[in-house]
Nanobody
Framework: VQLQASGGGLVQAGASLRLSCAAS????????VGWFRQTPEKEYEFVGA????????QYEDSVKARFMISRDNAQNTVYLQMNALKPEDTAVYLC?????????????????????RGQGTQVTVSS
């Protein structure tokens, strides 16, 4: 499975952005997809994940009320809708895929669980 994130940019605090993660290759709709973000201070911080069918999601606590993950398997695309952005949301956002799904957010937050990882997209939030 190949993954490519897009949709990043420079926005002001309080704005919204929608990131896309386009998947391609065999079984690209048969995987759970996670979103992570990378900063110089934190290597890979879990943002959230969505199950292969899209019916279940997990979120990191700091974004739970502001971000939403969805997917369109017909388009092989997973979305990360980010609302009420804050300067601390500034990071490179990456999507990654795994054949595993767990009801444990701690499990889904494990970077090593994801064996397919895409290139990131920069999100910068100014104050």
């Amino acid at each position: 499975v190949q993954l490519q994130a897009s949709g990043g940019g420079l926005v002001q605090a309080g704005a919204s952005l929608r990131l896309s993660c386009a998947a391609s290759g065999p079984s690209s709709s048969d995987v759970a997809v996670g979103w992570f973000r990378q900063t110089p201070e934190k290597e890979y911080e879990f943002v959230g994940a969505i199950s292969r069918g899209g019916g279940r999601t997990q979120y990191e606590d700091s974004v739970k009320a502001r971000f939403m993950i969805s997917r369109d398997n017909a388009q092989n695309t997973v979305y990360l809708q980010m609302n009420a952005l804050k300067p601390e949301d500034t990071a490179v956002y990456l999507c990654a895929a795994t054949s595993v799904w767990s009801s444990s957010a701690r499990t889904m937050a494990t970077w090593g669980l994801y064996d397919h990882r895409g290139q990131g997209t920069q999100v910068t939030v100014s104050s």
